[in-house]
């Protein structure tokens, strides 16, 4: 093949044009395309191509017609010209040998078939000279005799030509039908799952427990599934019936498109003002939903039993084969008539008697809890989880001092503090991230600047799927008040407590003074003796002064450690444990000791309580004091003396620190042990006991120290123990 063959195509489809042309520039041929034949005899007779191919049925000239113009043509007629023909008849060829054409490739062609030819064609120098001059000869086909000037070469191309097209499409004919056998089987087992499928979608259709059915373009039933047994009807009954048979007939001018369409006919709708149809005629893409009606229940003891129903319809239309669609009767625009595609409705009744009534309870639970969230005792906000005030009710407003308005524009954060507002967010946004409740005493500011003190009780809540955050804020003014005024009364009553230990004091401050005062008293009336015998010297006088300002001392320190222990304590500090009691324990040796009672210190390590050591000094000794009447009531002297254990020891499992006061007076009797602790109870009326004392020790553990004060009974006695935290 020279550096490039010059090939023209003429054809009327541009199509074609393009997909030719393409095909023989990506095999390396310039290609120049025409539209008719006129047009390719003129390019032709002026760019002489190597070869041209023509299709036969074109305007203005045909194939035929290009052909024999070219081969009458001497300066052209060496040119090959091969038709593009669909080869219907055996006439086809017939008329390809009389205009002389040199050979035919049959649409749609074969590339390698087409190519293989063009390049026979460029190979070969000199093609066949025609047998124009000699007249032809005659061929007989279908009765009619036909002249044929091609040589006999062009004869056996043509018969070559369409035997190899014969082979080709048989070839095709053999893989298309083995594709048809694939595909047939495919298509059985296609059917087969479409068979099971409408089984299945059968089966599902007829043990829903929702009505589905389908109805005519007149209303009446062509189709109901077994659940409308659930009405009392049975499906055949109601075949060729109109839909009204089952609906209460008030409801019927709102759901029958005869009564609702004429209204709507030419107008513009969306859909808030589209109508909801039993027989929906809009189409599917835009059917009735939620259509609430009142169906009747065929019962014969309660012929005017209905039921709530809701409603899903949906129009169905003549498909339309050629477009591929279905015509609605309207859309979300003009409503219209298209009665002649209109075939019909299907739809599906959903029993909603249960949900309406539920709705309805709903409802009137949603009215009660209105009422009792307006009418609470407490304020109640309601916020979402951001902090943003939703709602608030009466006791709100009052609280708040704001009106509701006001309230709904503000942030929950907007009623605190500055200096609590970090505290509350705190809380805020971990019951948020955690959803779990939480209880907090704080104040609010008031509109006009006032601080009220409140408890919230604040929790999640869900309403509408929506997480919440809800709010009761109780104002605990008069709880404030009070408390300050119990614990003025409290304070009042461990000084009375204290008052009242003081005469038992100033007993005992009597007794340790007694001794050195016999002491003192026996040196001064010595002093006279030892004049009157000469024995007054600077070494007498020295004795009895150091004898004398000893005993002054052991008096002015005993004098000091009492008024420490009543003097009240102001500031907590830190102290420490053991030291205090042995403190306290040596005061009152003494007085424990000629009781016959030995007292035992215990420490494991050396603890330190933060808070007020005077209090917790006398809580020590009113324990004390209640083991020695314990002690004493039971009998317990010498030889077998009484004991009180005070063990000081740390539970590192539970970092607790642990002071147990154990005595061997017997123990509590069972049936008061959990009442030892109430104000003014007491097991010593005879004594002249007043149930402040234990009553008190609780208080200053639990209120002053943060601890925990309680009695449980031992082998011979009671034991008290206090437990702090470390």
Same mark, same amino acid.
């Given at each position: 093949?020279?550096?490039?063959?010059?090939?023209?195509?003429?054809?009327?489809?541009?199509?074609?044009?393009?997909?030719?042309?393409?095909?023989?520039?990506?095999?390396?041929?310039?290609?120049?395309?025409?539209?008719?034949?006129?047009?390719?005899?003129?390019?032709?007779?002026?760019?002489?191509?190597?070869?041209?191919?023509?299709?036969?049925?074109?305007?203005?000239?045909?194939?035929?017609?290009?052909?024999?113009?070219?081969?009458?043509?001497?300066?052209?007629?060496?040119?090959?010209?091969?038709?593009?023909?669909?080869?219907?008849?055996?006439?086809?060829?017939?008329?390809?040998?009389?205009?002389?054409?040199?050979?035919?490739?049959?649409?749609?062609?074969?590339?390698?078939?087409?190519?293989?030819?063009?390049?026979?064609?460029?190979?070969?120098?000199?093609?066949?000279?025609?047998?124009?001059?000699?007249?032809?000869?005659?061929?007989?086909?279908?009765?009619?005799?036909?002249?044929?000037?091609?040589?006999?070469?062009?004869?056996?191309?043509?018969?070559?030509?369409?035997?190899?097209?014969?082979?080709?499409?048989?070839?095709?004919?053999?893989?298309?039908?083995?594709?048809?056998?694939?595909?047939?089987?495919?298509?059985?087992?296609?059917?087969?799952?479409?068979?099971?499928?409408?089984?299945?979608?059968?089966?599902?259709?007829?043990?829903?427990?929702?009505?589905?059915?389908?109805?005519?373009?007149?209303?009446?039933?062509?189709?109901?599934?077994?659940?409308?047994?659930?009405?009392?009807?049975?499906?055949?009954?109601?075949?060729?019936?109109?839909?009204?048979?089952?609906?209460?007939?008030?409801?019927?001018?709102?759901?029958?498109?005869?009564?609702?369409?004429?209204?709507?006919?030419?107008?513009?709708?969306?859909?808030?003002?589209?109508?909801?149809?039993?027989?929906?005629?809009?189409?599917?893409?835009?059917?009735?939903?939620?259509?609430?009606?009142?169906?009747?229940?065929?019962?014969?003891?309660?012929?005017?039993?209905?039921?709530?129903?809701?409603?899903?319809?949906?129009?169905?239309?003549?498909?339309?084969?050629?477009?591929?669609?279905?015509?609605?009767?309207?859309?979300?625009?003009?409503?219209?008539? %298209?009665?002649?595609?209109?075939?019909?409705?299907?739809?599906?009744?959903?029993?909603?008697?249960?949900?309406?009534?539920?709705?309805?309870?709903?409802?009137?639970?949603?009215?009660?809890?209105?009422?009792?969230?307006?009418?609470?005792?407490?304020?109640?906000?309601?916020?979402?989880?951001?902090?943003?005030?939703?709602?608030?009710?009466?006791?709100?407003?009052?609280?708040?001092?704001?009106?509701?308005?006001?309230?709904?524009?503000? %942030?929950?954060?907007?009623?605190?503090?500055?200096?609590?507002?970090?505290?509350?967010?705190?809380?805020?946004?971990?019951?948020?991230?955690?959803?779990?409740?939480?209880?907090?005493?704080?104040?609010?500011?008031?509109?006009?600047?006032?601080?009220?003190?409140?408890?919230?009780?604040?929790?999640?809540?869900?309403?509408?799927?929506?997480?919440?955050?809800?709010?009761?804020?109780?104002?605990?003014?008069?709880?404030?008040?009070?408390?300050?005024?119990?614990?003025?009364?409290?304070?009042?009553?461990?000084?009375?407590?204290?008052?009242?230990?003081?005469?038992?004091?100033?007993?005992?401050?009597?007794?340790?003074?007694?001794?050195?005062?016999?002491?003192?008293?026996?040196?001064?009336?010595?002093?006279?003796?030892?004049?009157?015998?000469?024995?007054?010297?600077?070494?007498?006088?020295?004795?009895?002064?150091?004898?004398?300002?000893?005993?002054?001392?052991?008096?002015?320190?005993?004098?000091?450690?009492?008024?420490?222990?009543?003097?009240?304590?102001?500031? %907590?500090?830190?102290?420490?444990?053991?030291?205090?009691?042995?403190?306290?324990?040596?005061?009152?040796?003494?007085?424990?000791? %000629?009781?016959?009672?030995?007292?035992?210190?215990?420490?494991?390590?050396?603890?330190?309580?933060?808070?007020?050591?005077?209090?917790?000094?006398?809580?020590?000794?009113?324990?004390?004091?209640?083991?020695?009447?314990?002690?004493?009531?039971?009998?317990?002297?010498?030889?077998?003396?009484?004991?009180?254990?005070?063990?000081?020891?740390?539970?590192?499992?539970?970092?607790?620190?642990?002071?147990?006061?154990?005595?061997?007076?017997?123990?509590?009797?069972?049936?008061?042990?959990?009442?030892?602790?109430?104000?003014?109870?007491?097991?010593?009326?005879?004594?002249?006991?007043?149930?402040?004392?234990?009553?008190?020790?609780?208080?200053?553990?639990?209120?002053?120290?943060?601890?925990?004060?309680?009695?449980?009974?031992?082998?011979?006695?009671?034991?008290?123990?206090?437990?702090?935290?470390?």
């Amino acid at each position: 093949m020279p550096n490039k063959w010059t090939i023209l195509v003429v054809e009327d489809s541009m199509l074609q044009a393009e997909v030719l042309k393409r095909l023989l520039q990506r095999n390396g041929y310039d290609v120049i395309t025409s539209s008719n034949g006129r047009l390719g005899l003129e390019v032709t007779l002026s760019d002489m191509p190597d070869l041209v191919i023509s299709d036969i049925i074109m305007p203005e000239m045909n194939g035929y017609e290009l052909c024999r113009e070219i081969k009458g043509n001497k300066d052209v007629s060496r040119i090959p010209v091969i038709l593009l023909t669909e080869l219907k008849s055996v006439t086809d060829i017939i008329e390809g040998l009389q205009s002389l054409a040199d050979d035919y490739i049959t649409k749609p062609f074969n590339e390698s078939c087409l190519i293989s030819k063009i390049e026979n064609y460029m190979n070969t120098t000199m093609p066949c000279e025609d047998d124009t001059d000699t007249g032809g000869f005659n061929v007989l086909y279908n009765g009619t005799s036909h002249t044929i000037y091609s040589n006999y070469k062009k004869v056996f191309n043509f018969l070559f030509a369409t035997y190899d097209n014969v082979i080709h499409q048989y070839q095709e004919i053999i893989v298309s039908r083995e594709e048809l056998k694939q595909l047939n089987n495919e298509l059985v087992e296609q059917a087969h799952i479409i068979r099971q499928s409408e089984e299945m979608f059968k089966f599902f259709v007829q043990t829903v427990p929702d009505v589905i059915y389908k109805i005519d373009a007149d209303g009446r039933f062509t189709f109901i599934n077994n659940s409308i047994r659930n009405y009392g009807y049975e499906p055949e009954e109601l075949i060729g019936q109109h839909f009204s048979k089952i609906i209460k007939p008030h409801d019927l001018k709102k759901i029958s498109k005869s009564e609702i369409l004429p209204h709507f006919i030419g107008k513009h709708t969306g859909d808030s003002q589209a109508p909801k149809l039993f027989d929906e005629r809009r189409g599917v893409d835009r059917k009735t939903i939620n259509l609430e009606v009142n169906v009747k229940v065929k019962n014969p003891d309660l012929p005017n039993k209905s039921i709530i129903a809701e409603v899903s319809s949906y129009g169905i239309y003549r498909f339309d084969v050629d477009k591929h669609t279905a015509n609605h009767d309207g859309t979300l625009g003009v409503i219209r008539h %298209k009665q002649n595609d209109f075939l019909g409705s299907g739809g599906i009744i959903k029993d909603i008697t249960e949900k309406k009534h539920t709705e309805k309870a709903l409802f009137e639970l949603e009215k009660i809890a209105h009422a009792l969230m307006e009418n609470a005792c407490d304020a109640i906000l309601i916020a979402d989880v951001e902090g943003n005030i939703l709602n608030a009710n009466k006791k709100a407003v009052e609280l708040m001092g704001y009106d509701k308005s006001e309230l709904t524009q503000m %942030k929950y954060a907007d009623f605190h503090p500055e200096d609590d507002i970090q505290r509350m967010s705190v809380a805020f946004q971990r019951s948020v991230e955690e959803g779990t409740s939480y209880f907090i005493e704080t104040n609010v500011l008031r509109k006009d600047g006032g601080m009220v003190p409140v408890e919230i009780a604040a929790n999640i809540i869900i309403i509408n799927g929506k997480r919440l955050m809800q709010g009761i804020f109780r104002d605990i003014t008069e709880r404030k008040l009070s408390q300050e005024r119990l614990r003025r009364q409290e304070q009042l009553m461990i000084n009375q407590s204290k008052m009242a230990a003081m005469g038992e004091m100033i007993g005992l401050i009597a007794h340790q003074w007694r001794q050195p005062l016999n002491s003192i008293g026996l040196s001064i009336q010595d002093i006279k003796d030892a004049y009157l015998y000469g024995e007054l010297n600077d070494i007498y006088i020295r004795d009895v002064v150091d004898t004398t300002m000893d005993q002054i001392c052991f008096m002015s320190k005993t004098i000091d450690d009492f008024r420490n222990f009543l003097k009240p304590s102001k500031v %907590k500090v830190g102290f420490n444990v053991k030291s205090t009691i042995e403190g306290l324990v040596s005061m009152f040796e003494l007085l424990f000791s %000629k009781s016959g009672i030995d007292i035992a210190i215990r420490a494991d390590h050396d603890a330190t309580l933060s808070g007020y050591p005077n209090e917790f000094n006398q809580v020590i000794l009113n324990l004390l004091n209640n083991s020695r009447d314990a002690i004493m009531s039971a009998g317990i002297s010498r030889p077998s003396r009484g004991l009180i254990e005070i063990d000081i020891s740390n539970s590192r499992e539970r970092d607790k620190l642990l002071i147990s006061v154990k005595d061997n007076g017997g123990g509590i009797p069972a049936q008061i042990i959990d009442r030892i602790f109430e104000l003014y109870f007491t097991t010593k009326e005879q004594s002249g006991g007043t149930g402040i004392g234990l009553y008190m020790s609780k208080v200053v553990i639990e209120e002053s120290l943060g601890g925990r004060i309680y009695a449980k009974n031992a082998e011979n006695g009671a034991i008290f123990i206090l437990e702090f935290n470390i």
